[in-house]
């Protein structure tokens, strides 16, 4: 499905109200928050791959250069495992590097200076990957991680949301449910049934509750006694 696609299977959950529901709104309030809602309830659904180039005597990556979405580090590969049947480089190099901490590779002597083949990485803040040890020749790591979605716009409505096929349908159900959520009170419990239905657990009994006395409560004149 693309983007056009999620927009009027949306508008036909609507009830075809494209007055109040136009394109715009539909993907600014609806397709692109949901996406990253799935995103966040079911991380596996967008994992990308990329590769990184690691120059000898250097040990940082910068995150926002070589992966701009990625929300979460699962994996670092020494090599090139872009694909499912990865070849070995002439160094022969195909492992895992293990995680590890500043503090923990901190108590070896003189251990910034230290060279030899990367065994290990870590995360400073959430935008340098730095590798240990520091490689003496130029090295290719293959970073795997859990992305955030690509937001739509008017410009790319023609292309696909990135993750599975199967999961496109959710997408604009959940977008559905959050274009409710603006409504009354009928289509606001509507909206949260779809949605405790999506997580599976009834973690919104209490806004349930509230929110359809808050919609039909009558305001009071300033001043009138409570």
Known sequence: MTGHDLVQRIWVRLGENTTFYPQAEVVRSGINPAQRLLCLLKPEVLVQRVAATVSAEQVFVDLRTVAPRCARLDRVVLGDVMTDAPARSAYGELQ????????????????????????????????????????????TLTLIYRAIPTAFT?????????????WHPLVADLGTALLLLKEGSTQV??????????????????????????????????????
């Open 96 to 139: 895992d590097l293990l995680p590890t901490s500043l503090d923990k590779i901190a108590w070896q002597r003189d251990w910034f200076r230290q060279r030899g083949t990367p065994r290990y990485y870590y995360l400073h803040g959430r935008h340098w990957l730095i590798v240990y040890k520091r490689p003496q020749a130029e090295r």
């Open 154 to 166: 008017d410009v790319n409505l023609g292309d696909s949301p990135a993750f599975a096929e199967a």
């Open 189 to 226: 419990e509507k909206a949260l049934g779809m949605l405790k239905m999506f997580f599976g657990a009834d973690i919104l009994s209490g806004v349930a509750q509230e929110l359809p006395q808050q919609h039909s409560r009558p305001t009071q004149p300033v001043g009138a006694p409570a």
